[in-house]
């Protein structure tokens, strides 16, 4: 009551007054200090520190830029965003626009129609306002109809969270299902680190299973099972399996027959499958294409009483890498609907997704149509993005493979190469006398020479023993030559200084 309340408070006074701070790394959540997010971890710190070094004094390093290659945030490295797309959001953003004659000298018809659309599905149009804690209905509805459309099986719009990115629909999911440190979840290794740090945050146990590098990254349900049973022998309940599909870091494309046998394990074993498909629209080999989990599992004749499945997908990836906006959602079925209840209610917390980025998630997936007046120039726009996002790939996974001591599978999907390095041993005790993983000495050697930033293996999680880095497609294709050549030059002078 308000007396414990005020001895408390006296407690924290007195604590204070005697000096030491209320709040200490060893006074704060322990879950937090576990948590680790490479990729923005202490390399690009790093380089951020000699960006300004660099504004100080530009001739003060070995190059004149630093080049991030460390995150897939596309339009911080030039790429446009789709013209479509922002003419509905600033039409939404401002609906006032739609009563001027001027606007149809400036927006596309079809543009300015499917605002009025939008805003038509928004509670008095006004996009300022909080909307349902699932997201706006008629919103998720056109989203439900868009996995409809890309899978060929029914999906509702009770069933869609929209969420600011599929990063906080991840973190919902893991607060729903760890209990404890005896919930374990199956990640893949290497993995995005959102799924490392979501599950240290929540205080349950990360069960790693090791994608097969030798095998494109190949995920054998053997190796699942392997990890599985050796789990439950430690005594954790594995509670779900986490698929992510095109990869990242490691860029594969799941075969289809693959994807079933993930999900029979699932069922089998009585595990949720969290189906991270924000890359879904980045393949860039002919021979694969994008399966969504939820289809798989529709084909196999699973229904949604059959299988818990959460699907999650973002505005922040694709042709349209609207990171900045925030949008996204996870599709969730099979769960019952008392849990559904509780999944509500976590999200009503939080009151609501920003409005713009349910908009956007909305567009993504219902992007114009032929017949529309924009679907021509939007068509060239999301091929060129795309056609070039290949061409990249190829070009950096090349040089990489043409040089002494790299192997790097074909990025066949996402935003990402992740080469592996085969240090000589001298490299390896050159770091061990700095004190960092091989990987990490070998990216910070890199920044340094060059400015250009990578992401160590480390951060991701790799078999022991096996050192990588991790690389974005994304620098404009006009910098990848000069990317490449001062890649290509780092590295032979590296390995002349450290071959054994
Ligand atoms: C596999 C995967 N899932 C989820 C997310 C979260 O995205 P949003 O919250 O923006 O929807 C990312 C972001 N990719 C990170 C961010 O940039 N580089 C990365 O590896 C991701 O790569």
Redesign the pocket.
Known sequence: GAAAMAAAMARTMSTAAAGTPAVSLDTINPKVLKCEYA?RGEIVTHAQNLQQELQKNPDSLPFDEILYC????PQSLGQQPVTYFREVLSLCDHPALLDKSETHALYSSDAIERAWQILDKIPGRATGAYSHSQGIKGLRDEIAAGIAARDGFHASGDNIFL????????HMMMQLLIRSEKDGILCPIPQ???YSASIALHGGSLVPYFLDEETGWGLEVDELKKQLEEARSKGITVRALVV?NP???TGQVLAEENQKKIVEFCKNEGLVLLA?E??QENIYVEDKQFHSFKKIARSLGYTDDDLPLAS??????GYYGE?GK???YMEITGFSPEVREQIYKVASVNLCSNVSGQILASLVMNPPKTGDESFESFMVERDGILSSLARRAKALEEAFNSLEGITCNKAEG???LFPRLHLPQKAIGAAQAAGTPPDAYYAKRLLEATGIVV?PGSGFGQVPGTWHF?C?ILPQEDKIPAIISRFKEFHEKFMDEFRD
């Open positions: 990729v460390n995150i897939g945030n969420t600011d990115g599929a990063s906080p629909a991840v995005y680190p959102l992510i990869g990242n870091p991270d924000v890359y999650f997908q973002s505005v922040s990836k990171c925030r949008g996204g996402a935003m990402y992401v991790r974005t």
